[in-house]
């Protein structure tokens, strides 16, 4: 069971507080009438789905309902980080650097 640090209680906390919810860092087109469908079609349903790190969003449902983001290795299902919604993505290689890979 991964264990999960919400950055807004400050608690680290089991799985099943949480529920995932998707790759973080996608961005809804401002204006989805204006989109062809084939953009549209990619922005609901194509993500990537690296071996390594990858950038996901999750909602702490059993405590304070509020969506943060989690830097996990998908390798070793490690979670490395997480931080606020909003806040920018962390620089891969000055994170590795401080959770020494």
């Not at 969003?57 to 909003?86: E, P």
Request: glycine share 6%; proline share 6%; hydrophobic share 40%.
């Amino acid at each position: 069971m991964l264990m999960i640090h919400c950055p807004y209680c400050d608690e680290l906390l089991p799985e099943a507080e949480f529920a995932y919810a998707g790759e973080a860092h996608i961005i809804r087109p401002e204006d989805p009438s204006a989109v062809s469908d084939e953009e549209w079609e990619k922005f609901l349903f194509i993500r990537t789905n690296v071996k390594g790190l990858h950038f996901e969003r999750w909602r702490h449902v059993h405590g304070c309902g509020r969506f943060f983001n989690a830097v996990r290795d998908t390798v070793s299902d490690r979670i490395l980080i997480t931080y606020k919604a909003g806040e920018p993505k962390p620089e891969l290689d000055k994170l590795l650097a401080e959770v020494g890979q």
